[in-house]
């Protein structure tokens, strides 16, 4: 079904704060999950408001009143703890404060502890990017990817995030470590669906294609094995150890986010920077195309182009079964 982009903000700021978030809190996590829906990462969007549902009933969800806590800082760094509630807040409020650190310092180094999920991390990209800065992120997160050689999961699907202005659409790549995201799970789960075969195995090891087999004590797999699982090590270390959050197992915590922003006219004018940026677009658009290719793309360029249509047309597509799931957990609550 077609969802009303207002009807879509307006359905999730009811749920969340009927979960007991605050109004501030639930309008910038409605922003995140609306920013997902609009550029079709529905694993990011309107469907984890189920899970944020039975995470409040159990209690794993901080619903205090948002108040940031600043552990440290100096002019360009920051020094975050989220107390466990939910990450997309923090995140938006602490770029926030980071913007106008780099004003003066070109470069703001950002780490949060203990946060809840990071959510879409592609729109903190997005938004940096609108203020002609470049984003570099790391966040680890729940959902088990299972490293390369064992079949225990042991880190979260631990994106990498990269965000690039230029002078016209904005370079982003914002890629998981494993093959699949948990959201992608989450999505099959509530569809009712199965799984690609060969991503994510089942608690014994073996390769599964239901999604319940692999919630259930099962884990995703890294993308091209060792290499994956390599980079999703880092980000776990970066992320996790440097912001004294969770890491692996065996060092417990809530989870943790570290960010860099960088101002390009450290080193250069924006107009130089942004200029060879379009060049090096143009020259990838240009390239002789492989067979089957009618366009090539480059990282954010087809996700840009939906969000753009989506914001024109005023709605984007829901499932029937999603709905239904909301409306749900909607009227319960009154």
Not at 19 to 26: F, I, M
Not at 31 to 56: C, M, Y
Not at 84 to 110: H, N, Q, T, W
Not at 198 to 216: F, L, M, N, Q, R
Request: proline share 3%; with cysteine.
């Amino acid at each position: 079904m077609k969802l009303d982009i207002k009807k879509a903000t307006k359905l999730s700021n009811d749920i969340l704060q009927s979960l007991g978030l605050d109004s501030d809190e639930a309008r910038l996590i409605t922003e995140n999950l609306i920013e997902a829906e609009l550029v079709a990462k529905k694993t990011h969007g309107l469907v984890r408001l189920i899970t944020f549902k039975s995470q409040t009933d159990d209690h794993r969800i901080n619903t205090d009143k948002l108040d940031l806590d600043i552990v440290s800082q100096t002019a360009n760094s920051l020094y975050i703890n989220g107390h466990r509630k939910l990450g997309m807040p923090i995140i938006y409020k602490s770029l926030d404060l980071a913007f106008e650190k780099i004003r003066k310092s070109k470069v703001v180094c950002v780490g949060l502890k203990d946060i809840g999920v990071s959510g879409y991390i592609g729109a903190y990209a997005r938004k940096a990017s609108e203020k002609n800065l470049i984003f570099i992120g790391f966040h680890n997160s729940p959902g088990g990817l299972v490293p390369y050689g064992t079949i225990k999961e042991m880190w979260g699907t631990n994106p990498l995030t990269v965000g690039i202005p230029s002078n016209d659409v904005p370079v982003i790549l914002d890629m998981a470590s494993s093959q699949i995201t948990w959201g992608d799970l989450l999505v099959a789960k509530n569809e009712k669906k199965q799984i690609k075969t060969g991503v994510a195995i089942d608690s014994s090891g073996e390769i599964t294609t239901d999604p319940t087999k692999v919630t259930d004590g099962g884990g995703l797999l890294p993308f091209f094995g060792h290499k994956g699982s390599g980079l999703a090590f880092v980000v776990e270390l970066l992320a996790g150890a440097l912001t004294g959050s969770r890491v692996g197992n065996d060092v417990s915590g809530g989870w943790g986010s570290f960010y860099i922003l960088l101002d390009p006219t450290m080193f250069r004018t924006l107009t130089d920077f942004t200029s060879n940026v379009e060049t090096a677009i143009n020259e990838l658009k240009n390239a002789p195309k492989a067979k089957g290719f009618k366009e090539i793309f480059f990282a954010g360029e087809q996700s840009s182009k939906l969000r753009k249509k989506h914001l024109n047309d005023g709605f984007f597509d829901v499932s029937d079964n999603l709905y239904q799931s909301l409306m749900e957990i909607l009227n319960a609550s009154k």
